[in-house]
């Protein structure tokens, strides 16, 4: 089935700026779904990255959001590694997922560096590394910087171009001490630069007669193996031709710029400069081409002044070339550069890339996921009204459907608004979620059953947008051992938004079984004398609350997306293994962290043990917590430092204020280090504790001589003690 669908292969600094200019005039946008495919979910600004290395600035200066950008542009991200791309069917293969259709294609996945082949095997070997991707080359950068010493083997950096000349200044300013050593062709490098790169000590080579540590190759570019496959028409780097409408000669819809490409008719070298100049015409011509207008050629400048810095130890400074000449150092073209990497990436920073809610209906900043709960304090209401008083004041995670004696079958439903762009993603972390209602009770995934809502959309797109769903229920499902048994669909009658992506909900029925006699965990289980230990960290809302204020959430994003799609039922395994080695049972108490947060979901576990305990005779318990046992993701209290939080974090915090305004004495949840803290520093740790959770730990309440046997995959937050 065709149908539109305009997708941006890459984060290069073309589709950045494409998107930028999407989001500031909307009407240049084209009126088809839109999505882009990088493998990364930051783009390192290329001209800054010398200041990092040099650490004269940030990492984190120098990145652009790609995910925060193209979500309030409105554009499904999909953050993968393009494999392959079948321009005559129109298919993109992706390495580890179902491949994605288009109509229109806009190629800006930049370069790769060039791999000499007296260098493969000292790659292979991780003697040698590339520059690109800059993420990976400055991790291991940052790992050579205790190697900063006379006495360590020389770090080598090889190449003759501009960008392994500004590199080398950018390694002495990082290293004061160590031998650093420029593998290049002198010949080619400008006598005044020479001269400089000795004054540094910076020693040049011709070739690797000498003892050495590790080596950064600045080689040049060529384009990833894929396209090398193709046999498409590219020059000497690999870098593909196009006419000057910026669309490849053989095949029509499909546009190339940046490093990837290069005019037929107007070859330049690749510069960063092309990819600010070509944005204006290439934003007219696919609005054209998709509506069937005629298109705008462009016309590269043919000389562009490039600019390196130096990196001297006291006054920066900066050398200038223009065709042949080189000017400087000098303190003026280092204030030049500094101001023009600068309004780039302001132009990345600015508030009004931040979508802004209309009035007060609900919007798409509002939070998504398991965040978006219905108010615990409403549902126990409603149910009581309803005379289910029973599911009030002792729910469980899932229920018993079946059992032969031996064997018992669990059922649970959970779903929610997609959390994600990304629709098979966004699947499979729906799936994984509703599991864990099934691990919170010790069971194993067997079957399940989905129920999709589908934007009205074009039949064609809608298509896609479930088969991507389907597809990541699907494996999910599967990499489970279970089995997925049918469901249902309905298309939403509510207003279409773009990115059309987060038009679909999901919500799955999920069965699970129980082997050899084995009894679910309850929440009610909870008894005298056990720790709490959770599987996770926690702060999944606050990262996607931050995320959509443009913050930038490197740091966090990498690990929290990991832990959203791994599964958890490797743990239950475990202390199934456990138990068998002991021959009894581990956990007394369990529940997973979702939308309530750690308060909501503890205090369901109080109650429901306390109702048990007084149906019993037996003493009512409390808890006793550590708030600074509690893990939090990288950067969550940054944020939650800045007032971040998910629009869920008010009704949360309704369940704490009613169990925390008491006498502490009949509290049911009470912190160890309550009264050591300041107010600001106890707030902090609280709205940790309130934060809704999508793929949230589990949380298990067990007798605390088991705390040595579970502490390398759980950690210990606080204990159960009588009232």
């Known amino acids: 089935m065709t149908f539109n669908h305009l997708v941006l292969i890459g984060g290069g600094h073309t589709n950045v700026l494409l998107i930028k200019k999407w989001l500031m005039s909307p009407k240049l946008m084209p009126e088809i779904p839109v999505s882009i495919i990088s493998r990364d979910s930051h783009l390192v600004y290329s001209a800054m990255f010398p200041s990092v290395i040099s650490k004269s600035i940030s990492l984190e200066e120098s990145l652009i959001d790609i995910k925060s950008l193209a979500k309030n542009a409105k554009l499904s991200f999909i953050e993968e590694e393009v494999q392959d791309i079948d321009f005559n069917l129109k298919k993109i293969s992706l390495s580890q997922r179902p491949s994605v259709n288009y109509s229109q294609l806009v190629l800006n996945y930049g370069s790769q560096t060039r791999i000499p082949t007296e260098f493969e095997t000292l790659v292979k070997n991780q003697n040698a590394f590339p520059i690109k991707p800059f993420l990976r080359a400055y991790d291991l950068i940052q790992k050579e910087d205790i190697f900063d010493s006379v006495q360590e083997l020389p770090f080598v950096i090889v190449g003759s171009g501009l960008a392994a000349i500004e590199v080398s200044y950018a390694l002495r300013k990082r290293w004061r001490s160590r031998s650093l050593k420029l593998l290049c062709d002198s010949r080619k490098i400008n006598n005044k630069i020479l001269k400089s790169l000795l004054k540094f000590n910076i020693d040049l080579v011709e070739n690797l007669n000498f003892d050495y540590g590790k080596i950064l190759l600045c080689t040049g570019n ?126 990345f920073r600015s508030k009004r890339l931040i979508m802004k809610s209309s009035g007060k209906n609900i919007s798409l900043n509002d939070c998504r996921g398991c965040a978006a709960k219905i108010p615990q304090i409403v549902l126990n209401k409603s149910l009581i009204n309803s005379n289910l008083d029973s599911f009030a004041s002792s729910p469980e995670d899932s229920v018993e459907i079946y059992q ?143 995320q959509m204020q443009n913050i930038n959430m490197l740091n966090s994003s990498s690990e929290i997306i990991n832990n959203l799609v791994k599964s958890q039922q490797y743990l239950i395994d475990e202390i199934y293994f456990f138990q068998d080695q002991f021959r009894e049972s581990l956990v007394n108490a369990a529940t997973d962290i979702t939308g309530y947060g750690f308060i909501g979901h503890l205090k369901e576990m109080v109650d429901s043990s306390n109702l048990y305990r007084e149906r019993n005779n037996l003493e009512p318990v409390k808890v006793l917590l550590d708030l600074f046992a509690f893990k939090a993701y990288p950067g969550v209290f940054d944020l939650i430092r800045k007032d971040i939080k998910s629009t869920f974090f008010e009704c949360n915090k309704e369940i704490f204020d009613k169990i925390h305004k008491g006498n502490s004495q009949q509290r049911i949840i009470n912190f160890l280090n309550e009264n050591s803290l300041d107010n600001e520093t106890f707030n902090q740790r609280i709205a940790l504790l309130l934060d809704p959770q999508t793929c949230g730990p589990l949380l298990i309440s067990c007798n605390r001589k088991y705390e040595n046997t579970l502490k390398d995959k759980w950690y210990k937050v606080g204990e159960v003690v009588k009232m």
Not at 414 to 425: N, Q, T
Not at 490 to 513: C, H, M, W
Not at 518 to 525: E, I, R, V, Y
């Open 222 to 347: 060529n384009s990833p193996l894929w396209v090398q496959k193709k046999l498409l028409d590219t020059d000497s780097n690999g870098r593909m031709f196009t006419n000057k409408n910026l669309q490849l000669k053989s095949f029509s819809g499909i546009f190339a710029t940046g490093d990837c490409a290069v005019v037929d008719s107007a070859k330049r070298p690749a510069s960063g400069v092309f990819a600010v100049k070509v944005v204006n015409t290439l934003v007219q011509n696919l609005k054209k081409d998709i509506e069937g207008g005629s298109l705008k050629k462009w016309f590269p400048q043919r000389i562009g002044l490039q600019i390196v810095k130096v990196f001297p130890s006291h006054h920066p400074k900066a050398f200038a070339i223009y065709r042949n000449f080189v000017f400087g150092p000098s303190f003026l073209f280092w204030i030049l550069k500094h101001k023009i990497d600068l309004n780039f990436i302001n132009k």
């Open 404 to 546: 032969n004696g031996q064997d018992i079958i669990l059922q649970s439903v959970d779903g929610f608004p997609a959390l994600l762009s990304d629709p098979w993603l966004n699947a499979k972390i729906t799936t994984l979620h509703a599991c864990s209602d099934l691990w919170a009770c010790g069971a194993k995934l067997s079957s399940a059953q989905a129920l999709i809502s589908l934007p009205k959309v074009e039949r064609g797109f809608q298509s896609y947008l479930f088969s991507q769903s389907l597809q990541g229920i699907k494996s999910t499902v599967e990499d489970h051992g279970g089995e997925l048994l049918g469901g249902h669909t309905f298309e939403a009658r509510s207003l279409v938004n773009k990115p059309y992506s987060l038009g679909i909900d999901i919500s799955l029925t999920v069965q699970g079984i129980l082997k050899n006699g084995a009894k679910p965990w309850l929440k009610s289980g909870m008894n005298d004398g056990d720790i709490l230990m959770m599987s996770r960290p926690l702060g999944v809302g606050i990262y996607f609350a931050g």
